[in-house]
């Protein structure tokens, strides 16, 4: 084993006790079933419902994410109850709804995040998207991956690692960025 794979060993083993599972969703372009695990475009609606507009500027909602609970990997499975967990944002800016309602915040009024049971999948739902929606895409898998956190929350959980370790840690890319679920 090469001297940089034995320190990569060490350092996974100092930091083990912190160490999660988490899930990278691997991605197609487009759009899938109304009930799919998606970024973007079309969400299951109610046959009731139009597309949720935002409380401040009276304008439709991005649609960011939809997770199909009943279909998450591994451990995730039924962590969250079953159904459709959908996340709604207004990302408009004029006004600029982001700052006016502190959009940030867990309560915000500017998103919507929800959990829903899908049903009547035959009724068609008039759907007016917003303007410059984000483009479509799929969650077609979940790749299992091994997640530390970085240098600072390591050091805050009191394992002291030093320059060296801090370094093997970053060039790794052992703590996992970007979209994941769970870590
Ligand atoms: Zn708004």
Redesign the pocket.
């Known amino acids: 084993m090469a001297e940089s794979d034995v320190k990569l060993e060490q350092l996974k083993q100092k930091s083990s006790p912190l160490k999660r599972s988490a899930w990278k969703p691997i991605v197609q372009e487009g759009d899938g079933a109304l009930t799919a695990s998606k970024f973007a475009g079309t969400p299951w609606l109610n046959a009731s419902e139009r597309w949720l507009l935002?409380p401040?500027?009276n304008?439709p909602?991005q649609f960011f994410l939809q997770l199909n609970l009943d279909e998450l990997p591994g451990a995730l499975k039924a962590k969250f109850g079953s159904g459709l967990l959908q996340l709604f944002y207004?990302t408009?800016y004029k006004?600029p709804?982001e700052c006016d309602c502190q959009g940030w915040e867990p309560f915000s009024t500017?998103k919507v995040v929800r959990i829903v049971q899908p049903s009547n999948l035959n009724v068609k739902v008039e759907i007016s998207q917003p303007n410059k929606s984000f483009p479509a895409k799929l969650i077609e898998a979940w790749e299992a991956v091994d997640d530390y956190p970085d240098y600072q929350t390591i050091e805050n959980c009191e394992i002291a690692i030093n320059e060296e370790e801090s370094n093997t840690l970053v060039e790794n890319h052992i703590t996992v960025t970007g979209d994941k679920l769970g870590g």
Do not use: V
Request: charged share 10%.
């Open positions: 935002c401040n500027c304008k909602m207004c408009n006004p709804c500017i």
